[in-house]
């Protein structure tokens, strides 16, 4: 690889491991990002050889921040679209082996030089999808909000918080936020919606249980989204599946395709990710720290059966349909 393209790697996992670069949608859009550049200064022409370089470059990053998923399935999208161009290059070969013509031959000649730029532009068109998930996602609000509805979410989601906007715009609800202890990004969030002249109160988090009976539905951002349905939210996210579970209360989950992750939640603790226990005890509280061990996760895990419906830039989808979603999307067998 060329010199400038290794230097934007090594810069990326450095970001990555620092966590410089934190959350789903910035990590797939700097993963995509990359990638794109990684295949238009490659020059190999074998499908074969540009997947593996794909899969070196994606398991550096990988190997930089585990718990950001999205980079997995970036890596994973991009082989699916190699194989996909592999596939009209082929089609076009059995085409051309069947001409007697000069013209088509040089025809086909052509179109193998140009399989590096046909998987080039399929990276750019991924990542105007990427840019317009959340557009996607909030166009659905008005099938999915009504008048005098009381929403509840948890913390601070962009793409929650669009999608309330978005379903303001012609209904009028009420939306109760968790304030989501020690992070306070519920206060955050409720600051944007009242800001956007939506009717939203804050509760704190052992109030979630007290007022779920008067909830019409649950709204509630990804992390990631497994392979069998189930969601890496923020912390807080559990309890609120709980509640809801209790009073039937049913839970829709925004999230774009880029968080579909293939793994399967074998051991739950491995998507979670403790942060500084500052904000629950501070250092300089007194000598106590040294007598215990504080924890702070920073994400829950919710399982299928507590989710309602999944709303995506591709549409609405239950649980079930995830791993077809996932399927269709990657290339899932190739390690």
């Known amino acids: ?10 810069s990326l996992v450095a970001k990555l491991r620092r966590r410089q670069i934190v959350g ?19 020059r190999c022409n074998d499908v074969e050889q540009l997947s593996a370089l794909v899969k070196e470059v994606g398991s550096r990053l990988e190997g930089a921040q585990p718990i950001e998923l999205a980079v997995g399935n970036m890596v994973k999208r991009v082989l699916h679209l190699i194989k996909e161009e592999h596939n009209v290059e082929t089609e076009a070969s059995d085409a051309a082996e069947t001409a007697e013509t000069t013209s088509e031959s040089d025809d086909f000649g052509e179109r193998r030089r140009n399989f590096v730029a046909d998987v080039k532009q399929s ?6 999808e990427l840019e317009n998930t959340s557009t996607n996602i909030s166009n659905q609000a008005w099938e999915h909000i009504h008048s005098k509805e ?11 918080e669009h999608f309330l906007k978005v379903a303001a715009q012609v209904r009028e609800f009420q939306v109760i936020v ?8 519920g206060h955050e969030m409720a600051l944007a919606l009242s800001s956007a002249g939506i009717d939203t109160t804050v509760i704190t988090d052992t109030a979630i249980f007290a007022v779920m009976s008067r909830v019409n539905k649950v709204i509630l951002g990804a992390h990631a989204v497994t392979a069998n349905g ?7 996210s559990q309890l609120v599946a709980a509640a809801a579970k209790e009073y039937s209360t049913p839970i829709v989950v925004c999230t774009g395709l880029h968080k579909l992750s293939p793994s399967y939640p074998y051991d739950t603790d491995i998507f979670n990710l403790c942060i500084n226990p500052d904000a629950v005890y501070s250092f300089e509280a007194g000598d106590i720290i040294d007598s215990v061990d504080i924890v702070n996760p ?11 419906l999944f709303i995506t830039n591709v549409g609405t989808h239950p649980p079930s349909f995830v791993q077809r979603l996932i399927y269709d999307t990657y290339i899932v067998d190739e390690e």
């Open 230 to 236: 189930g969601v890496v939210a923020v912390c807080g």
């Open 178 to 185: 968790a304030e989501t202890a020690p992070s306070y990004q």
């Open 24 to 42: 789903s949608y910035n990590v797939a859009i700097a993963t995509s990002r990359l990638l794109r550049n990684v295949v238009a200064a490659s």
């Open 150 to 160: 009381i929403i509840l979410t948890v913390g601070r989601s962009k793409t929650v």
């Open 123 to 128: 990276i750019e068109e991924m990542i105007d």
């Open 298 to 308: 920073h994400f829950d895990y919710v399982g299928p059966e507590d989710v309602s």
């Open 1 to 10: 690889m060329l010199k400038e393209i290794n230097y934007q790697i090594d």
